[in-house]
């Protein structure tokens, strides 16, 4: 993860951030695997201006950056508690053939990330979120064309092999977005992942107080 993505989750605390964050990018430290994995903190701090921060300052910077760049650590019966959660909060997203479905054994009705690959494999994306946007009329999709090749036609002909009275009115749900540039994508998706990352941890400073995605 890029370090410059992390700024808003430490100004508060760091208000000179930014700098710091800027000085690590011209020592050639611009990720977050970089600063942690690249060298001893007392020879990264080493190739900074020392006016920015103490070597005391440093380490504690070092610590937080580390803490929101990991996954947070979680004993058995929570990790079970969670899958169980997990799975009473999955939502439809399946093929609609039976015989595939048993084969996907579930991929696309559960949380997560599911890779496709070959020839179709574009099309069969896109028919599963369409299905999806036509059985649950409150769900909505964004869709990342990275190949400029998107058929609005093709859309609406899956729609309506769907045969469902909502059908068409799913597409207006569909949320396109042409990106031929992926390290924009990257770093959407990067940035994305560090506000659920703060959402979590606020949970975790206050667990009797509902988290809000600010």
């Known amino acids: 993860m890029r370090l410059r993505l992390l700024v808003p989750c430490l100004v508060d605390q760091w208000p000179n951030v930014a700098e710091i964050v800027k000085a690590l990018e011209g020592a050639s430290i611009k990720t977050t695997y970089e600063l942690l994995f690249s060298g001893p903190p007392e020879v990264i701090y080493g ?3 020392m006016a920015l921060l103490t070597f005391p300052q440093f380490t504690e910077l070092h610590e937080q950056i580390a803490l929101l760049s990991s996954t947070q650590g979680e004993t058995g019966p929570q990790a079970y508690s969670h899958e169980m959660e997990e799975e009473a909060a999955i939502v439809g997203g399946d093929t609609g053939v039976e015989d595939l479905d048993n084969l996907l054994a579930g991929a696309f009705s559960a ?8 020839s179709m494999a574009s099309l069969m994306a896109l028919w599963v979120v369409l299905r999806h ?14 190949t400029s090749d998107f058929s609005v036609d093709q859309a609406a002909a899956i729609t309506q092999a769907i045969q469902s009275q909502t059908s068409l009115a799913a597409l207006d749900r569909l949320q396109i977005c042409s990106a031929v540039n992926l390290t924009a994508v990257h770093d959407v998706l990067d940035a994305l992942a560090v506000v659920l990352k703060r959402r979590l941890l606020r949970t975790i400073a206050n667990p009797l107080k509902p988290a809000t995605l600010s």
């Open 133 to 146: 946007l036509t059985l649950y009329e409150d769900s909505d999709s964004w869709w990342i064309d990275t």
């Open 111 to 118: 949380y997560g990330v599911v890779e496709l690959s070959g």
């Open 47 to 49: 190739r900074l201006d």
